[in-house]
């Protein structure tokens, strides 16, 4: 079975710095996909990043960008110019490509300081 | 702009209650899920649908079961509600295909007393 794993339950990040969100995952598949989702305080989780696992090419949306490393089985979320809305939950999650369902990491909380 | 919405925020109820929670989207997604959301656990699954009148066990099925008469609107019923379903529920639809992620509803509260 394939598992999740967020091995920092909480971080802090100086505004306008960057900072890395760890995610590890084990598979036996070779074709899946993977995400980084945030939760802020208001509870509505929304999808920040996707990354297709065939594709070598890290994934980018504006300040934040994914390293995608298939062999060491590692995705991990680098947030830069880090600004206070940025302050939220982050759950990574995966994808089998020929299922509908997602396993998700236990979750990140992200603290922005001013 | 799409949505999903989940009927309650906050709800609470007795203990042995049936509770009903409702999720409606309205994006014409195929799949739809319910997820209980716990600190320390991050999100379980507990019941999916991929189409009408469908339904799969999730992970951690035990005490629930969910509904799915229409293709917009999935439902999960807690028979007899225990103190340890108190928890965050969020529901989620997404499209059969493609690689498209989860949308999200904004979660109901649930606290069983």
């Known amino acids: 079975a394939q598992t999740v794993t967020q091995s920092q339950p909480e971080m802090s990040v100086q505004e306008a710095e960057t900072v890395t969100l760890s995610c590890t995952y084990d598979?036996?598949?070779?074709?899946?996909?993977l995400f980084w989702y945030k939760q802020p305080p208001s509870r509505q989780m929304i999808l920040v990043i996707r990354?297709?696992?065939?594709?070598?090419q890290n994934a980018t949306e504006n300040r934040f960008s994914v390293n995608f490393q298939k062999a060491a089985k590692s995705f991990s979320l680098k947030i830069s110019d880090s600004q206070l809305g940025d302050a939220a939950m982050y759950f990574c999650?995966?994808?089998?490509?020929?299922?509908?369902?997602?396993?998700f990491g236990t979750g990140t909380r992200l603290k922005v300081l001013a | 702009d799409v949505k999903v919405t989940q009927s309650s925020r906050y709800l609470v109820k007795r203990t042995g209650e049936k509770v009903f929670l409702e999720c409606v989207q309205d994006m014409d997604h195929e799949n739809m899920f319910w997820y209980r959301q716990d600190p320390g656990l991050g999100l379980r699954l507990i019941y999916f649908s991929y189409d009408v009148k469908m339904k799969e066990k999730g992970d951690i099925p035990e005490g629930y079961s969910v509904s799915r008469e229409k293709k917009e609107r999935f439902s999960l019923i807690l028979e007899s509600a225990s103190t340890n379903q108190t928890s965050m529920y969020l529901c989620?639809?997404?499209?059969?295909?493609?690689?498209?992620?989860?949308?999200f509803g904004s979660g109901t509260r649930l606290t069983v007393v």
């Open positions: 989620a639809s997404s499209l059969r295909q493609g690689l498209g992620g989860y949308t």
């Open positions: 999650a995966y994808r089998s490509s020929p299922t509908y369902k997602y396993i």
């Open positions: 598979t036996s598949e070779s074709d899946y996909y």
């Open positions: 990354q297709e696992a065939y594709k070598q």
